[in-house]
């Protein structure tokens, strides 16, 4: 019998897995590269997790749940750059070659061998609140659009507005620093369509026709990303006879919403009805989706998520890590929505678009 805490394919992936899926985009190395010496591309990817070293051990110092934080810290940037530097000698070693996926995952254990849990803790509660502040005015602005399409396009202009609150971005992390984020104003700078990847018509034609019975969104980070981007295109599928299940991350990892952080924003944003804005929340279902990464391996989720979303007929996978540099390219059993912001220029580059650029993939399987 396998433990409930075992993690197991995502029950929507093509099968046979093993032929059909990997968890990265960007192929970091082909079979005829040698093994001894790292390639272009990975050297570019260690560079950017270089590049996030400095803001990573800012946000650790500040970590006032950890005694000697700032010492440990210190001892952070020193291990794990010493280990993205060992990948430029060998890309071998630490289990490599290197990808998305093991990057991110050393990062946080070196994090979490050190103490510490939760180094973004105190920015995503403080852009929690704020959002949360805002998201009725964002309800109301898209319930006054009548218009199907153009609300469907509004809503998901404030997903990509939204998931521009990216702490794992270098550069992005700086300019959060500096002045912060008007979700109002994303909404506005977003880029002009076509977009790199744009279905955005072929998803809306299909929006009115008919709806989906159910949906499992995989959710990426906290603050205005969550609650004013994606809780608003829920609660319009909701409101659409959709049952929603929301998928987000077991343990933290940079700025993404964690289960029980998911569990507590529902729970500030319904009324005393129970409802969003109006509408009932009796079809909204959160999971735990037993990751701990800002990307997914979508072969090792919970099993309570199994349970939840094996009769799903749309998936979506939002977010950069989730959504674009671990499963663009990603096929299920039903339809499929890829949804993100392009906040890497080496993804912009492999896409053949701008950086903040947008990705909207829909992906229909013929019923």
Not at 17 to 29: F, G, H, K, L, Q
Not at 252 to 274: C, F, H, M, Q, R
Request: proline share 5%.
């Amino acid at each position: 019998m396998e433990s409930a805490s075992e993690l197991v394919p995502f029950p929507l992936l093509m099968t046979p897995i093993e032929s059909n899926y990997r968890a990265c985009t960007i192929p970091y190395r082909f079979p005829s590269d040698n093994p001894r010496k790292p390639t272009p591309t990975e050297l570019s990817w260690i560079d950017i997790l270089l590049n996030s070293v400095p803001s990573f051990r800012k946000r650790a110092e500040s970590d006032t749940t950890v005694p000697d934080a700032h010492i440990r810290a210190e001892k952070f940037a020193q291990r794990y750059t010493e280990i993205l530097e060992d990948f430029k000698k060998d890309p071998e070693s630490h289990g490599g070659p290197p990808d998305g996926i093991i990057l991110c995952r050393l990062r946080e254990q070196v994090l979490r061998e050190l103490g510490f849990r939760d180094i973004f803790k105190k920015v995503k509660d403080e852009e929690n609140t704020k959002a949360i502040s805002l998201f009725g005015d964002v309800v109301r602005l898209n319930d006054a659009i009548e218009d199907d399409g153009k609300r469907i396009e509004n809503l998901v202009r404030g997903i990509f507005a939204g998931n521009i609150f990216d702490l794992g971005s270098a550069q992005l992390a700086e300019i959060f620093a500096r002045d912060g984020m008007s979700f109002l104003a994303s909404c506005q700078n977003i880029v002009p369509r076509p977009w790199v990847i744009d279905d955005l018509d072929t998803f809306k034609v299909r929006w009115s026709k008919k709806s989906w019975k159910k949906a499992v969104i995989f959710v990426d980070n906290s603050g205005a990303d969550i609650v004013l981007g994606i809780l608003p295109f829920a609660r319009e599928l909701l409101r659409h006879g959709t049952q929603v299940v929301l998928a987000a991350n077991d343990l933290p990892s940079i700025n993404d919403v964690t289960y029980p952080e998911l569990i507590e924003i529902i729970a500030k944003l319904k009324d005393e009805n129970g409802q969003l804005m109006g509408v009932d929340t009796s079809n909204l279902l959160i999971a735990n989706s037993g990751n701990d990464l800002p990307v997914i391996d979508l072969t090792m989720v919970s099993q309570e998520l199994v349970y939840l979303a094996s009769d799903a007929d749309l998936v979506v996978l939002e977010g950069m890590g989730r959504g674009i540099e671990t499963n663009l390219y990603a096929q299920f059993k039903c339809d499929s929505l890829k949804i993100g912001m392009v906040k890497h220029q080496e993804v912009a580059q492999f896409l053949g678009g701008r950086l903040y650029d947008c990705v909207f993939k829909y992906n229909e399987v013929s019923s």
